[in-house]
């Protein structure tokens, strides 16, 4: 469709007789067959129509529109020739416009007014053998960066290697010979035979492997070159540190990598008959997407790191900001990467770090203060389930808050036995375990505390054995509830909200004003004595036994930093306690208290 907005301009008039008609009407013939694509007809307007023709082909071509929209603008003319102002609007792909004005130059002859062709009536900069060319100008995609503005994942390059047989020709063998040298870094079951005869019996090219750049710097050199081997760049977006929470981001890249892109640009360029850019006529930039933030923190992730590290069975540690939610870290050591994000999703018996709950419930129920004096015998016989403490100690009767600090099992299994069948059900909610968190980048699960009318079972439930499990991730949140007063919202990408699912009445503050002062205890003169020297450390320990052995625990809370550190069959609570001092003299000094 052509829209025409004819705006005649006279000339100046040298005589009484009647002007003839100007070239408006020719023009507009012309316009409205070039608007439709009809470049036949529209070249038959002009006084050279083969090289018309192909020009305006090239153009439609070149700029893969879909239909223009020309004005006419003004006209001149004085006897036999004349200029027509027009506006051009390209409609182009991707609802792209391309808008720009020029001059038609015109020519009467015989009495008939035509187009007198030349390249600028298409575009007043076109010269003469040039067309135009659409080009796509992609936005370099954003990056990721941890809280405190470094960069986790930026955009690059992996490389693709595949054997291509019908390239390879004679020398087949000789490059599949060599590829299996090559790659047997990273697959040593390669056999150049098989290999060879695989690739031949392929329709495609073959696929091999794909390598990061560091490795395909090392490979390609020596056999890039060999008849038959392709290396295809595929963009990707890579991690800058291969053991920065590598479980952690392969998540967060897939819950980000379809906004990273932007919006990408364009360009309309003059080539000349070569196909060689002569000049850009028309540009819109790229418009790249904004960075990502995720609340991981450097210092502190690389901290926890560390201190897993020093593990040899799975070890975990999960690190949250009580005052915002923010997930600042979560570390795995290899050995706990293997069977994935487990820090946020395994779940595990959590032993006495349950004793949180126990004691908020006893509180919340008014069955006890931390001065209410309970016994805390070396064993105790409760219905057909005998409790016995962590090497048998007996203290006799102490005040609720010392059975906390020393771990006494048999104290809070009794406590347990006398509540409801969802009692810690209930006290569990309040700190957010048993809840289902959707946080955006990283799966979670904080546990299961299923009510029971078993009084075996629930008495077991109440030193954390029994039903009850939880992962770290859940641990981590039951410590920051009690840091913050309230069960934080966590999350890990920065604007991303997440959701809850399940429903919990706020921890009370007498449960708060219960429970700090005896997690003081535990580290000043309890369990977790080894940690003391680090601050005012408020925790919890625990050693949850299973078939064969017993998981080791500690969470608690420094300042604004709440934690829960596993190592799985790590034995006694004291080997989680090193390993959270291990993290902490990792910090700088004073971080976060």
Same mark, same amino acid.
């Given at each position: 469709m052509v829209t025409v907005l004819l705006v005649a301009l006279p000339a100046a008039v040298t005589s009484c007789t009647a002007r003839p008609e100007g070239p408006a009407r020719a023009a507009e013939r012309f316009f409205a067959a070039l608007a439709t694509g009809d470049t036949a007809q529209g070249a038959e307007l002009t006084d050279d129509p083969p090289a018309a023709?192909?020009?305006?082909?090239?153009?439609?071509?070149?700029?893969?529109?879909?239909?223009?929209?020309?004005?006419?603008?003004?006209?001149?003319?004085?006897?036999?020739?004349?200029?027509?102002?027009?506006r051009y609007t390209w409609h182009l792909p991707k609802n792209r416009t391309w808008t720009y004005d020029g001059q038609l130059k015109m020519a009467r002859n015989e009495g008939r007014w035509q187009v007198r062709w030349s390249t600028t009536g298409l575009h007043p900069r076109l010269g003469e053998h040039q067309t135009f060319a659409l080009r796509a100008d992609p936005p370099r995609r954003a990056s990721v960066n941890e809280i405190g503005g470094t960069d986790v994942l930026v955009p690059g390059y992996r490389y693709h290697y595949a054997l291509d047989a019908s390239r390879a020709g004679g020398y087949l063998i000789r490059t599949a010979s060599a590829v299996v040298e090559a790659l047997r870094p990273f697959d040593d079951t390669l056999d150049p035979q098989r290999l060879a005869e695989q690739a031949s019996s392929s329709a495609q090219p073959l696929d091999l492997i794909t390598l990061r750049a560091d490795d395909n710097n090392r490979i390609a050199p020596a056999i890039g070159n060999l008849p038959g081997v392709l290396i295809t760049p595929q963009?990707?977006?890579?991690?800058?540190?291969?053991?920065?929470?590598?479980?952690?981001?392969?998540? %967060?890249?897939? +819950?980000?990598?379809?906004?990273? $892109? /932007? &919006?990408? *640009?364009?360009?309309?360029?003059? !080539?000349?008959?070569?196909?060689?850019?002569?000049?850009?006529?028309?540009?819109?930039?790229?418009?790249?997407?904004?960075?990502?933030?995720?609340?991981?923190?450097?210092? %502190?992730?690389? +901290?926890?790191?560390?201190?897993? $590290? /020093? &593990?040899? *069975?799975?070890?975990?540690?999960? !690190?949250?900001?009580?005052?915002?939610?923010?997930?600042?870290?979560?570390?795995?050591?290899g050995a706990a990467d293997a069977d994935g994000p487990i820090a946020t999703t395994g779940l595990y018996p959590p032993g006495s770090t349950f004793k949180m709950v126990t004691v908020g419930a006893v509180v919340e129920r008014d069955m006890a203060t931390p001065n209410t004096m309970l016994g805390c015998p070396g064993t105790i016989g409760i219905g057909h389930r005998v409790i016995t403490n962590y090497g048998g100690f007996d203290l006799g009767v102490v005040p609720m808050s010392r059975a906390f600090a020393s771990s006494c099992n048999t104290t809070f299994a009794e406590l347990a036995s006398r509540m409801p069948p969802r009692g810690l059900t209930q006290a569990a909610a309040q700190y957010g375990l048993g809840l289902d968190y959707e946080v955006d980048g990283i799966p979670t699960v904080t546990g299961s505390v299923p009510p029971t009318v078993d009084q075996a079972e629930r008495t077991e439930d109440g030193f954390g054995q029994g039903k009850v499990l939880a992962s770290p991730f859940g641990m981590a949140l039951v410590a920051?509830?009690?840091?913050?007063?309230?069960?934080?919202?966590?999350?890990?990408?920065?604007?991303?909200?997440?959701?809850?699912?399940?429903?919990?009445?706020?921890?009370?503050?007498?449960?708060?004003d219960a429970l700090r002062p005896m997690m003081r205890l535990v580290v000043t003169n309890g369990t977790a004595k080894d940690i003391a020297d680090c601050g005012a450390v408020f925790g919890k320990t625990g050693e949850a036994e299973f078939a064969g052995g017993s998981h080791s625990w500690f969470a608690g809370y420094r300042g604004d930093m709440a934690f829960a550190a596993l190592i799985v069959g790590g034995g006694s609570s004291e080997a989680a306690v090193r390993m959270t001092k291990a993290m902490f003299n990792s910090l700088p000094a004073d971080y976060l208290t």
């Open positions: 023709r192909e020009a305006l082909d090239a153009a439609w071509a070149g700029l893969q529109a879909t239909h223009l929209d020309a004005h006419v603008l003004g006209v001149k003319y004085t006897d036999d020739t004349g200029s027509v102002a027009y963009a990707d977006l890579l991690p800058t540190d291969e053991h920065f929470a590598p479980a952690v981001i392969s998540e %967060v890249k897939k +819950a980000v990598i379809g906004q990273l $892109d /932007g &919006q990408p *640009g364009w360009r309309v360029v003059s !080539v000349n008959q070569n196909g060689v850019d002569v000049a850009v006529l028309h540009e819109v930039p790229p418009s790249p997407a904004p960075s990502i933030t995720i609340s991981l923190d450097r210092a %502190v992730q690389d +901290a926890a790191q560390h201190a897993v $590290d /020093g &593990q040899r *069975g799975q070890a975990m540690i999960v !690190v949250i900001k009580p005052s915002t939610g923010e997930i600042l870290a979560i570390a795995q050591n920051a509830t009690v840091a913050a007063g309230k069960t934080p919202l966590p999350r890990l990408i920065e604007g991303r909200p997440t959701t809850v699912v399940g429903n919990s009445t706020p921890i009370s503050p007498k449960m708060l």
